[in-house]
Each structure stands twice: as structure tokens, then as C-alpha cells.
């Protein structure tokens, strides 16, 4: 892992110190942490999809756009109502784009998520890649008669994301599309078995920090003499571990038999 060196005004530095010390961790995971959300930010979830409409649209987009929506009034099935909706909903956002009314554009545009941007893509592969590995750890384990506690495994199990929070929810939806396309095919069987991969609550955050506790071991194994996915017993825990918010783990004791 690299070291950077910053010169910070003292008043900056002893504000960071409070805050690191009220929040439960070092100094140096704080800006550690804030680092990476400056330059890999997780999107927030606050923004409608409606406000992806345009507030304005170029007369020649306009009509482009209405005469899709006409054409589809023609070929859809009068007695079948999908998700493209029916020829009525279609002539109606026709319409809407024809007068020109501008606060009904949200309608226009209904259906239309925010991008899932790049680094969130690859944050979701980095996580199916790193329960991959868990999963084949954890196995190669269980063959070899490697006893480890139940709460350990219990933390390593993939639940999916929450449909409920916009991001997670197509977070949730580019696992299913990566997995229709062929790819983590292991993760379908976990899927059905977390209703559909609907985790209930938030899990983004915990992946996070179990990623990074991930990467730090794997970076460690590529600096040694040996250079494989199996996780021993001890680098499974501490994936585990990361499961528990820093600010929490002073209190936080597994239990021991």
C-alpha cells in the first residue's frame, strides 16, 4: 500500500483528530477513507428518477421521440397491456412531447434509471468476485475438516442488495443481468435463496469494507512467495470482522468455544 505525505494546517489537523476519535478509528483510516470517496464516490441515492427529464428538448428531438411513441401505438397488441404500456399511453406521451409541456416530461421519460456509472459496475464485479473466493475458501475448508465458527460464515454469506435504495436496487438488478449473460453463475442458487436477492437492508457499505480487508489480503499474497485465491481461516475472520463498523468494534466480541 502506498504512502502519501500531505502538509495540513494544524487547526485541520486537530479537527481531524476529533473527528477520527469520536467516529472510533485511527487518523489514518479516516483519511483514508474520505480519500477514496473523493476519487471512487459512491453515488447518492437522493436524486429521482424524474429528475433525469430534461426541463427543455430541441424541436427536432421532440419529434423524433413523439413518432416513436406513435409508432408504438401501432404495433402494440390492443389486448395485451406490457411493460411498453398501450396505445392510448403511448399517444399520450406523444402528445405531451408535441405541445411542448415541459413539467410533463417526467412522464415522457418514466422508466429511465440514472447511469450506473462505471466505478459502481466495477465495485459490484469486485464484490461477486471477492464472495467467489470466499465461497471456494470457505468449501476447500470445510473439506479439509477446518472448523470455523458459525458467526464467521454466517458474516461471509452474500445477501444480495436493497431493493428498497435506488442504488443498491440496480446494483441488484446489473447481478441479475450479469448473471442472465452467463458469468457468476454460482451466485443464481444464493440469489433464490436471499427472496430474490433482496437483501431487506443496506448492504453496500459492509461489502465495502469487507472489500477493502479483501484487497489488503490479496495485495499481501501477491508480495509473498505464494500468489492464490485461498483465504486461510485467520484472513477469512478478518474479512468477517469488516462486517462491523469501525466505530463498533471496540464492543464487538465474536464468540469463542
Known sequence: MATIAVRIADETRDAL???????????????????????FPVRSDDTATSDF??????????????????????????????????????????RTLERGYTLEYGSAFAGIDPELSMQDCTRVKDILDMFRFIDFSVAKHAKAGTEIEDDVLSDLVYRGFD??????????????????????????????????????????????????????????????ERWDH??????????????????????FKRKTK
Open 230 to 251: 485461498f483465504l486461510t481461516q485467520t484472513e477469512l475472520e478478518s474479512i468477517a470482522d469488516a462486517t462491523v463498523h469501525p466505530s463498533h468494534r471496540g464492543q
Open 53 to 94: 427529464a430534461p426541463t427543455s428538448m430541441d424541436s427536432r428531438d421532440r419529434h423524433m421521440f413523439s413518432m416513436l411513441h406513435r409508432i408504438l401505438a401501432r404495433v402494440l397488441d390492443p389486448d395485451e397491456n406490457l411493460e411498453d404500456g398501450d396505445r392510448d399511453y403511448q399517444l399520450k406521451r406523444a
Open 163 to 224: 431493493f428498497n435504495n435506488t442504488l443498491e436496487g440496480q446494483m441488484a438488478d446489473y447481478v441479475e443481468f450479469l448473471i442472465d449473460s452467463g458469468r457468476w453463475q454460482e451466485r443464481r442458487q444464493s440469489i433464490q435463496d436471499s427472496d430474490g436477492g433482496n437483501s431487506h437492508s443496506q448492504t453496500l457499505d459492509i461489502y465495502l469494507r469487507m472489500l477493502a480487508e479483501y484487497r489488503r489480503i490479496s495485495e499481501a499474497h501477491q508480495r509473498g
Open 17 to 39: 483528530l476529533e473527528k477520527a476519535q469520536r467516529d472510533g478509528v485511527t487518523l489514518s483510516d479516516l483519511i483514508r477513507e474520505r480519500l477514496e470517496e473523493a476519487v
